[in-house]
């Protein structure tokens, strides 16, 4: 199941009752912390959604402009979904080495496949801009100043609320993007589609990267 990171971070904070059930915008997070810690939730809004400190939003990488990644090592070492590395797992197979079908595992950082064009994002920072728009600002002009806001920044202008607001998400882009690990299909692809939708789940749907 591809999930944008905001998708991914907003569904972590979606509350039962009916009358306020959803997802919602990590920024916008603190205007529900106390609702959430009354129902046992222990975080603070800062450990989901901090600027200045490390947050939540910090472990969460957008994948390859569709997927969601965690980071699990102190080294860049993150896993996402097989379906997501699927592309890049194809793009390394052949007959000789058919990753697909067996799998692939890097034994040391030199047998780490790179990958032209596939990169992850970190979200940086967001911020609602439906004033600057209105007060005539372009979509491209908050753009480019964001990402001249530091090295590797990408930047983009996402509606939300049926297009009643607009909000800037920055993030940090990495374009070093090595396969490290695979199953094999038999087990990343265990149940095809219609087992992606279903749960409990019974494959093994991940990859490292």
Same mark, same amino acid.
């Given at each position: 199941m591809k999930r944008t990171l905001l998708t991914l971070i907003c569904s972590l904070f979606a509350l039962a009752a009916s009358a306020d059930e959803g997802m919602w915008l990590p920024s916008l997070i603190s205007q529900r912390i106390d609702d959430m810690r009354a129902k046992g939730f222990r975080?603070?809004?800062?450990?989901?959604?901090?600027?200045?400190?490390? &947050?939540?939003?910090?472990?969460?990488?957008?994948?390859?402009?569709? #997927?969601?990644?965690?980071?699990?090592?102190?080294?860049?070492?993150?896993?996402?979904?097989?379906? #997501?590395?699927?592309?890049?797992?194809? &793009?390394?197979? &052949?007959?000789?080495?058919?990753?697909?079908?067996?799998?692939?595992?890097a034994m040391s950082r030199a047998q780490e496949l790179p990958n032209e064009k596939l990169n992850v994002k970190f979200l940086v920072r967001m911020e609602e801009v439906t004033d600057r728009l209105a007060a005539g600002q372009t979509q491209e002009e908050i753009v480019r100043r964001a990402e001249a806001e530091g090295k590797g920044y990408k930047a983009a202008v996402e509606q939300m609320y049926y297009g009643n607001q607009q909000f800037l998400f920055v993030y940090e882009q990495f374009d070093d993007v090595r396969l490290v690990a695979a199953p094999p299909s038999s087990i990343g692809k265990f149940g095809g589609d219609t087992d992606n939708w279903m749960w409990p789940r019974h494959t093994g749907d991940f990859s490292l990267f």
């Amino acid at each position: 199941m591809k999930r944008t990171l905001l998708t991914l971070i907003c569904s972590l904070f979606a509350l039962a009752a009916s009358a306020d059930e959803g997802m919602w915008l990590p920024s916008l997070i603190s205007q529900r912390i106390d609702d959430m810690r009354a129902k046992g939730f222990r975080l603070t809004a800062e450990d989901i959604y901090s600027i200045n400190k490390a &947050s939540m939003k910090d472990a969460v990488v957008l994948f390859d402009g569709g #997927c969601t990644g965690e980071l699990i090592s102190a080294e860049g070492l993150l896993l996402t979904n097989h379906h #997501c590395g699927y592309d890049a797992i194809q &793009s390394h197979s &052949s007959v000789e080495h058919d990753y697909l079908t067996h799998g692939f595992w890097a034994m040391s950082r030199a047998q780490e496949l790179p990958n032209e064009k596939l990169n992850v994002k970190f979200l940086v920072r967001m911020e609602e801009v439906t004033d600057r728009l209105a007060a005539g600002q372009t979509q491209e002009e908050i753009v480019r100043r964001a990402e001249a806001e530091g090295k590797g920044y990408k930047a983009a202008v996402e509606q939300m609320y049926y297009g009643n607001q607009q909000f800037l998400f920055v993030y940090e882009q990495f374009d070093d993007v090595r396969l490290v690990a695979a199953p094999p299909s038999s087990i990343g692809k265990f149940g095809g589609d219609t087992d992606n939708w279903m749960w409990p789940r019974h494959t093994g749907d991940f990859s490292l990267f």
